[in-house]
């Protein structure tokens, strides 16, 4: 899939405010310029909310000490943004872009612990994406 100068440009920009720090850089290219060229930004924001959420969800255990009930009920929620974060894939890849599903399905889609921490990076990048949305939206609404 060839991707377009303004899905390069903000690459770029993501790769700066990232401190070159995205994981899957080639695979959000795809994704934003499928979003792009077929106007699904519904599926890309929630795309982008399911994936937040489970990044965010990610390094909260992470981080974690303890094994209590409350971080059984985030692994819980952790289980249920990967698999909606999964479907939302699917719909916006689909079936009609072979060779990119078919790469998806391999390094994303499988039922594997490989395939689950390539999702998580992937979370990552787009949750990048997300904070600097977040911080475009606020600038905008400063006076």
């Not at 079936?95 to 490989?114: D, Q, S």
Request: net charge negative.
């Amino acid at each position: 899939m060839e991707i377009s100068a303004d899905t390069k440009e903000i690459l770029e920009f993501l790769d700066y405010t990232s401190s070159n720090n995205l994981r899957k850089r080639n695979d959000i290219a795809t994704i934003l310029e499928i979003a792009a060229t077929y106007g699904e930004s519904d599926i890309m924001n929630d795309l982008i909310l399911a994936s937040s959420s489970l990044w965010n969800i990610h390094q909260t255990i992470k981080r974690s000490q303890t094994q209590d009930i409350a971080i059984e009920n985030l692994y819980k929620e952790k289980q249920a943004n990967t698999i909606n974060m999964t479907i939302l894939l699917k719909k916006l890849v689909g079936m009609e872009f072979g060779e990119v599903f078919e790469r998806f399905n391999k390094i994303y889609f499988a039922e594997t612990l490989g395939a689950e921490k390539n999702l998580i990076d992937l979370a990552h990048d787009i949750n990048e994406l997300n904070n600097v949305r977040k911080t475009i939206k606020s600038k905008a609404n400063q006076p």
